[in-house]
């Protein structure tokens, strides 16, 4: 009983195979083989203060850091990854990449402040048809590496808006008009928030929800983690 407890645990820690390709991989290389870490496409945004995803925010709403992990474009396998923990169940994928993620952050000397990880939340309706929501394994990933508490209830979705996905800029932004609420502002008083979603797009999702923190709480700090951005990103509609 308790090896089998044992051994589950550590499946979901340490993938026995690539949760990328699918390849075997070592246990030292916590579920991503040798191969895939060499062709992920980063942007090294982590590193840089001044980076496309800052600046994305800038004079839009105020961030301290904002960083995505790696690029989000063609028919990569990389994509197909994002895709399969999104859409296909693989939430264990989300964690394990969250993780690389996370120790990434801490190593890079920017996000040593933070206090709280918040993830992206789901409306109940597509949280109960999905089963889990991807941003929040993503952020318990990056927050275990960051060694920092994850805040899945001060947040929510006021109703259950459509998909984003092949929605024009305009449309984007209508359909998250008002759509987030802080529902506990008490526990991020005071704190350096680092929120977290799977993939930067228009930024439209994010820019609603960090504006209703920062007008909830407004002696915060935030900044901005997705794991994937579009490879060409332009300043966001004012």
Request: glycine content about 6%; hydrophobic content about 40%.
């Amino acid at each position: 009983m308790l090896y089998s407890a044992y051994r589950a645990i550590r499946s979901l820690v340490f993938p026995s195979s690539c949760i990328v390709c699918g390849k075997h991989v070592d246990d030292a290389m916590h579920g991503i083989c040798m191969q895939c870490r060499l062709d992920i496409p980063l942007t090294n945004y982590l590193h840089r203060e001044n980076n496309p995803v800052k600046e994305r925010f800038d004079g839009v709403v105020p961030i301290e850091q904002g960083s995505s992990f790696m690029f989000y474009a063609g028919n990569s396998i990389w994509r197909t990854m994002v895709h399969r923990f999104k859409y296909g169940g693989a939430w264990k994928t989300a964690y394990t990449m969250g993780r690389w993620y996370g120790a990434e952050l801490k190593a890079s000397g920017l996000y040593d402040d933070v206090d709280v990880v918040v993830p992206v939340p789901l409306h109940p309706i597509k949280l109960l048809k999905r089963g889990y929501n991807q941003s929040t394994y993503l952020a318990e990933g990056i927050a275990h590496s960051m060694a920092v508490a994850v805040d899945r209830r001060s947040t929510c979705r006021r109703r259950n808006n459509p998909s984003q996905a092949r929605r024009g800029a305009r449309d984007r932004w209508e359909n998250v008009d008002n759509l987030f609420k802080v529902r506990h502002p008490e526990r991020l008083r005071g704190k350096h928030i680092l929120v977290v979603d799977d993939v930067l797009t228009s930024g439209a999702t994010l820019t609603v929800l960090m504006r209703a923190i920062k007008a909830a709480v407004p002696d915060c700090r935030i900044s901005v983690a997705t794991l994937a951005v579009t490879k060409y990103i332009t300043t966001i509609d004012r």
